[in-house]
């Protein structure tokens, strides 16, 4: 019995994985309603072209919802200077959200930057649910 690591037998059929790491995977799909971003009842994004995108690494994560980039409010959005790089999607950008006297720090994303096989997420937006924030 060998203790080196084996590739799974079966991989998540249409998911992305990391190239350096099989464990590490997502999957991007449309969904297929309208949804939108609310934040101090203030909508953010609004679209019936948004993504889900449902990663695994470490842990399974929360799915994330992407809009595009042509749905979001961008008065309502100020860069950041933060930047992060994920070795399954890229690179990214962050964005303060603006709403009613309050800033958001780091509350939205793009990945402006991605790997080939992530193409379907390049220039949407998604927000950090943690915040003050809401997908309905």
């Avoid at 080196?4 to 799909?29: C, D, Q, W």
């Avoid at 994920?86 to 006297?101: A, M, S, V």
């Avoid at 998604?126 to 997908?135: E, Q």
Wanted: net charge neutral.
């Amino acid at each position: 019995m060998s203790n080196s690591y084996e590739k799974p037998a079966s991989l998540v059929k249409g998911a992305i994985y990391n190239p350096e790491e099989n464990r590490h995977f997502m999957t991007i799909s449309p969904i297929s309603e309208i949804v939108s971003v609310k934040s101090f009842s203030v909508t953010v994004a609004r679209s019936n072209e948004a993504l889900c995108l449902k990663e695994v690494g470490y842990s399974i994560y929360p799915p994330v919802t992407y809009f595009p980039h042509d749905d979001v409010d961008w008065k309502l959005l100020e860069s950041s200077e933060k930047t992060t790089y994920c070795p399954l999607k890229g690179h990214t950008k962050y964005f303060h959200l603006n709403i009613k006297d309050e800033k958001l720090f780091d509350a939205a994303w793009v990945y402006q930057k991605v790997i080939k096989e992530a193409q379907s997420i390049q220039g949407f937006v998604a927000f950090d649910l943690s915040r003050d924030i809401r997908i309905c």
